[in-house]
């Protein structure tokens, strides 16, 4: 009520005045006066002080002569024409507005008898606090938390300051983060900013009364009355909205969609996916990545992402600025990227910003979170094949803190205690631990590490286990050098194996093994230069060791000889500068180039052969002996990135751009998908970088105050010495991979659509992808052609795919959500004739994918319930109940021939065939 | 040293195998090429040396398609060997010869439609011997206990290093309900049956089945060029042929490091796979190619291989004495049926005889002929005890021929 009725109040707008009863005349006369100099005037003759703000005076001149009238009179004169009012104080002040008037009394009536107390409050607290009397204004009527007063700087009646200088930080209250990109807005005045990464802002205040309003998805809207008197400083924690979180919104700023000069680039706010409908109640940042337009895989259980008709190789996956080889569990089945500590994802799929480099297809660039480091927090989940936790813990309060998450699976338990015996014997288990610290040092420097390492183990036949794991560490100095000038040095090193070991017959048991490990070194600038030109430069150098494989026997009764595959080394560094050009307030242009290097490095043995002949052991001309650190061959190759922007309107835009990149590092595989065991290959003499050239374009328009977003984009791309392999190829333990590898060109083009709807009880996105994938192998031998040396589909090229992410909030507590796929059938080869050799009968193949598998189609559907909202509860619980696959929909994944018993049965397979219920349990303290 | 390639789908963890499924689909060949197929392993056995040609056929069909009215020879030292077309097909050497060492053997096949085909030369690979045979009862990785049989062999040479192995097994059965009597159908339409003595031996008989697998070893990587307790064969203790006695012929070929890729390419894409990982299936040639058309795709591999054969026998008493005898191929449950049905139309019995399914055990009574258009003095009729026809005839699973090689 009580709001209610100042806001009526606050509403009007009165242009009269309530001039004081005793008020002494003067005489003036003055001529074409400005009305400064008419106040001074009033000032000199009678003890009254004027306060106004000269800007509202300035070009007003006024001419009058007056005997004995009261200063009112006079005002009232030389405002007639003007939006100035006054207010004539009874110590003698006199305080101009503009566009509001000051009250100091209500007409008789006016609020009927109940408005007493309510006023009276208000006036009191104005009388005591302060003497230049100024009123609320309040614009909107529904908040029901009482606004805060907050009264800043001390007053100095001497100083002529019209604006004063607030400063501060905001931060999340739930656990101490900073807020960045809030919106802090005066209402009423033309007067805004906007918070920096740190939470900080910084805004220009008139004197007096303030409110502050702050805006942003995912916080509450929160108002301050800040009665500003001098500079001074305001820290605000808001909490945050769980109507945002609710939503699935994947760009943080409202207006980004058509305002980056970025074009195909997207983020995925990991926090706010929690009500996407799960697989095993896992949440996984890659699932909701290939519900995305361009971003594919195989098939469900695939492991490994096909970006815009790339291969799987050509990701660039960094977790914290360091580079993990299998971001992927159990096959694929679950990402190795635990969702909780996850804070955001930005994947790049079109214009790759300058500063990343070494793949082709795309950058998935994935933050962990900043520990709280206010207070001490968690959050945990139970589902039906792993469990999560996640602590959040202060080390030094307000300054550094510690986040360490792990996740395991209890599989291995569960299959151990069926009564089955070959399930028994099976084993599957894996675990994933993170810990980043994170340490405000002062203002100006800050620093991040983090330390990742996961493991699984599994086995498919009863006498081998394959493990692996990836392991990496990054530290990453943030230094700001002035207010255009900052920096990061950023050192990372990962590492990835994997291990067989073979356990079967006392005499062949052996161990295998394969290691990547690659530490780089960065330094990122960013020069704001101008509003107009902003600069981000640097320099990177990455050190790769590979082990391509070793053996040793398993036992001690064991014949297996010792071997080892030579280490491989290499150098890649680069240099990059890129330009984000302000041409216009229409036209941005991102201009960037890289320039790589990279130099295969001894001690190594490399064989040379003769040209233009298939490479094999009859074609050895010799094997050429590097020494140690001997540069063995070098590549060196400028990279152009190139975005533009341009407006139409402030909602509707259109980008462009072109990309080139080089991958000097390639994984050697001959399945049709990715699996654990496939290794990396370092590019030396016989083996070529990869090359790729990809234009894009695009257009992009928001609609209903950024509530819809809709955006069309186009690319073509083409790809060089992309790598195949001979039929059959045997990729481990190869010291002369080059003999078995092909090296040929790909091509693919695509339309992505993507209608997102990011606010409202009703939210998600609809995305249509018409893409087209191609491979190109044309050699001048039988054994180096495929399909006759013409371009074929690749294993991945799925030409319509559909994706439909929907959530309806019932309640603040209650949501449904539900997910739709589909997408053509991936093609396969298929025999093309069956033949009987030594009384069997056996398939005969010929063009690769020929055939496409029936198209695929899913329906998700999940229930999610909040805990409730009371603040003085110990967690915050959140249930998800998901069926995975609802219409049980027999989706074939593959398709293959068996000889069993001398016939050729035909198969297809498939992962998730039933639908999957899962229940997970999720809460946060 | 090869990763075992027989992974198995469905015990891979719980939370997938009861979702996941391999379902057999019917396929049909929507592009099809005719390719040939030429099976050619020279030995250094003294021999009508066999070379088969035959034709690929599409999926849905019943193969092999014969390539019949080829020219096909084998110059090898300065020798040409012919080979004549015994059956569509098959062609055999005129006269019986032996792979030698050192000697550069090349194939040469002109088709009936006048297209040549040629090997490149290939040489004999060393000859190495089995070192031993052996059936050993234990307990295999799936907890299954059985029979297994293993290879040993040794060369101190260090050549021969591929090794592919094939065999075949025979085994002994005998008939569990066999009885001297059949019942036979004298009068289809009456439905009318009589007893006859039976006028073949269907009491014990003899099995010979050829592996069907491919069966590849190799001792690169190990130290020393020996193979040991090679696993040739398991034999589920369940199994009906080890009932009585078993014997098992092992051939191991000493192949060149090329036909050994060959045929472990083969048998890569012919077995299961991973269901997450597939192996990327293609074209792969041998060593014989068309002389006119370098693209023209040809199957199949000219080995000329160095063989070593070795022969075992076992009965069941001697590894599982006293205990339960595995149960026979098929159960050998009684049944009566009808001779007529309600209708007066022959029944089960007649048909199931007639059909080869049922055989006589017991049972049977003499009416008097009450019909005097049947020209005989009494009739059977049943009830008949009746059983699968192999629990009464050996020859549903065998031959009754004992095999020239056997020893009891």
């Known amino acids: 009520m009580k709001n209610h009725i100042l806001a009526i109040l606050l509403f009007l707008n009165f242009w009269c005045v309530f001039a004081q009863d005793n008020n002494p005349k003067i005489s003036l006369s003055f001529q074409n006066y400005s009305v400064e100099d008419v106040l001074k005037s009033i000032e000199e003759k009678i003890n009254y002080r004027f306060y106004f703000v000269l800007d509202w005076l300035k070009g007003t001149s006024v001419s009058g002569s007056y005997e004995n009238a009261s200063v009112d009179e006079i005002l009232t004169d030389i405002f007639n024409e003007t939006l100035i009012n006054y207010y004539i104080a009874k110590d003698g002040r006199v305080i101009l507005t503009k566009n509001n008037i000051i009250y100091d009394a209500l007409p008789d009536g006016f609020f009927g008898n109940t408005t007493q107390g309510t006023i009276s409050e208000n006036n009191n607290e104005e009388e005591e606090s302060i003497s230049a009397p100024v009123f609320f204004n309040e614009a909107t009527t529904t908040q029901r938390t009482p606004v805060e007063t907050i009264r800043i700087g001390k007053e100095d009646k001497n100083s002529n300051r019209k604006r004063f200088t607030l400063s501060g930080t905001v931060k999340n209250a739930v656990n101490g983060a900073p807020v960045p990109n809030l919106a802090l807005v005066v209402q009423g005045k033309k007067i805004g900013t906007v918070t920096d990464t740190n939470g900080a802002f910084r805004i220009e205040l008139p004197a007096g009364l303030n409110v502050i309003e702050t805006q942003s998805l995912g916080f509450e809207t929160a108002l301050k009355r800040v009665i500003i008197y001098n500079d001074g400083r305001l820290d605000v924690t808001l909490n945050e909205s769980y109507e945002g979180l609710k939503e699935v919104v994947i760009d943080a700023d409202a207006d980004k969609n058509v305002e980056d000069t970025n074009i195909g680039s997207t983020q995925i706010d990991v926090g706010e996916m929690k009500n996407i409908p799960l697989v095993l109640g896992e949440r996984d940042i890659f699932k909701v990545a290939t519900a995305l337009p361009g971003i594919t895989n195989v098939g469900e259980g695939a492991a490994g992402y096909n970006v815009r008709g790339g291969k799987t190789d050509q990701n660039l996956i960094l977790l914290d600025d360091a580079v993990i080889y299998n971001p992927a569990h159990f096959f694929g089945i679950f990402s190795a990227i635990n969702p909780f500590t996850s804070d955001e994802v930005t994947i790049y799929k079109g214009n790759i910003p300058a500063r990343f480099g070494g793949r082709l297809s795309s950058v998935f660039d994935i933050r962990t979170k900043d520990a709280n480091i206010e207070k001490f927090s968690g959050e945990a989940s139970i589902g039906p094949v792993t469990s999560n936790l996640v602590l959040e813990m202060p080390l030094v309060k307000g300054k550094s803190g510690l986040l360490l998450g792990g996740r395991s699976t209890y599989s291995n338990w569960i299959l151990r205690s069926l009564d089955e015996k070959e399930l028994q014997k099976s084993k599957a288990s894996f675990f994933d631990i993170i810990a980043k610290y994170n340490t405000k040092i002062d203002n100006k420097n800050s620093i991040k590490a983090t330390g990742y390492f996961s493991r699984d183990a599994f086995s498919i036949t009863s006498d081998s286990l394959y493990n692996y794991n990836n392991s990496l560490a990054s530290l990453r100095w943030n230094h700001t050098f002035n207010d255009k000038h900052n920096g990061s040095v950023i050192l990372s090193n990962s590492h990835y194996r994997f291990n067989i070991d073979f356990d079967g017959n006392e005499a062949t048991n052996f161990k295998l093994g394969y290691a990547i490990n690659e530490t780089e070194l960065k330094l990122q600038m960013k020069y704001l230069h101008s509003e107009t030109h902003k600069f981000d430069y640097g320099i990177s150098s990455k050190l790769y060791g590979v082990e391509p494989g070793s053996v040793e026997p398993g036992s001690s009764g064991s014949i297996i000889e010792p071997l080892t595959i030579p280490k491989e080394r290499a150098l890649e560094s680069a240099v990059f500068v890129s330009d984000n050009f302000k041409v216009s307030d229409q036209l941005t242009l991102d201009a960037g180039v890289r320039y790589s290097i990279y130099a295969a490095l001894g001690e190594a043995a490399q064989r040379i052969y003769e040209e233009g002949l298939p490479k094999g052991e009859e074609t050895l001309l010799e094997v050429r002996e590097f020494g140690s650190n001997k540069v063995i061959e070098t590549y060196g190759n400028p990279e152009v990135r190139v975005g533009a922007r341009y407006f139409f309107n402030p909602e509707f835009s259109v980008k462009a751009s072109y990309n080139n990149a080089y991958q000097y590092i390639h994984s050697l595989s001959n399945n049709t998908t990715v699996s654990p065991t496939d290794t990396w290959k370092l590019s030396d003499i016989n083996i070529r970088p990869q090359h790729a050239r990809q234009y894009s374009l695009g257009f992009f328009k928001n609609f209903e105050d950024n509530m819809y977003e809709l955006s069309l984009e186009g690319y073509y791309k083409r790809t060089d010495d992309i790598l195949d392999y001979k039929v059959g190829a045997q990729l481990l333990l190869n010291e002369a991979i080059e003999q078995e590898v092909l090296q040929g060109e790909g091509k693919s083009y695509g339309v992505e659509f993507l209608l997102k709807k990011t606010k409202g009880k009703f939210n998600g996105w609809l995305g249509y992808t018409y893409s087209r994938s191609f491979v190109k192998l044309d050699g001048d031998f039988i054994e180096e052609t495929v399909n006759n040396g013409d371009f074929f589909p690749s294993n991945y090229d799925k030409p319509h795919d559909i994706s439909l992410v929907t959530n309806y909030k019932l309640t603040k507590r209650y949501s449904f959500s539900a997910n739709f796929v589909y997408q053509t059938g991936r093609p396969v080869t298929v025999p093309v004739g069956n033949y009987i050799l030594n009384d069997v009968e056996y398939v005969f193949y010929s063009d690769r994918n020929q055939l496409r598998i029936p198209d695929y189609y899913r329906l998700d559907i999940s229930f999610n319930v909040e805990g409730n909202h009371k603040i003085k509860k110990f967690a915050h619980s959140f249930w998800n109940i998901s069926i995975y696959n609802v219409l049980g929909k027999n989706n074939p994944y593959s398709v293959f021939f068996v000889t069993e018993a001398g016939e050729v049965k035909a198969y297809q397979s498939s992962i998730f065939s039933i639908p999957v219920p899962t229940i997970t349990y999720n809460f946060k303290f | ?408």
């Open chain 2, 1 to 408: 040293m090869k990763l075992k390639n027989t992974y198995r789908f469905l015990f891979l963890a719980l939370f997938i195998s009861s979702t996941s499924c391999i379902d057999p689909f019917e396929f049909e060949n929507e592009t099809f090429e005719s390719a040939l197929v030429i099976e050619a392993t020279i030995t250094n056995e003294l021999k009508h040396q066999e070379i088969l040609l035959s034709r690929s056929y599409q999926f849905e069909e019943e193969g092999p398609n014969p390539e019949t009215n080829a020219e096909v020879k084998i110059i090898g030292g300065n020798v040409s060997y012919l080979f004549q077309e015994v059956e569509p097909g098959k062609y055999l050497s005129e006269y019986p010869f032996s792979a030698i060492p050192n000697t550069e053997y090349q194939l040469f096949i002109t088709t009936g439609n006048g297209r040549s085909y040629t090997s490149t030369p290939t040489q004999l690979t060393q000859g190495t011997q089995i070192d031993d045979l052996y059936a050993v009862r234990e307990i295999d990785d799936n907890d299954v206990e059985g029979m297994s049989i293993y290879v040993d062999s040794y060369d101190p040479t260090g050549n021969s290093r591929h090794y592919r192995y094939e065999y075949e097994e025979t085994y002994k059965i005998i008939a569990p309900r066999w009885v001297s009597k059949d019942l036979v159908v004298i009068d289809e339409t009456r439905c009318l049956v009589d007893f006859a003595e039976k006028m073949q031996e269907e009491r014990t008989c003899y099995n010979t089945e050829a592996s069907l697998n491919i069966n590849l070893v190799n001792t690169n990587g190990f130290s020393e060029d020996r193979i040991s307790r090679h696993l040739i064969r398991f034999i589920d203790r369940d199994s009906y042929i080890l009932n009585y006695r078993y014997s098992i012929l092992v051939r191991q070929y000493v192949q060149s490091r090329e036909a050994y890729a060959y045929y472990e390419t083969l048998a890569d894409f012919s077995g299961e796979g991973s269901l997450f990982s597939q192996s990327q299936p293609g074209f792969f040639g041998g060593n014989i190619s068309s002389v006119a058309n370098a693209q023209e795709k040809v199957i199949g591999f000219f080995d000329v291989s160095s063989v070593a054969s070795k022969r075992i026998y076992f009965n069941y008493e001697d590894f599982f004495a006293g205990e339960p005898f595995p149960p026979y191929a098929v159960s050998c449950f009684e049944v009566h049926p009808e001779q007529f049905t309600a209708g007066g139309a022959c029944g089960g019995l007649i048909n199931g005889i007639l059909t080869d399914e049922i055989i006589y055990v017991a049972g049977g009574t003499y009416v008097e002929n009450m019909d005097p258009t049947i020209p005989l003095d009494s009739l059977l009729f049943g009830p008949f005890t009746m059983v699968i026809r192999a629990c009464g005839d050996c020859t549903a699973l065998g031959s009754n021929v004992v095999p020239d090689f056997w020893e009891d």
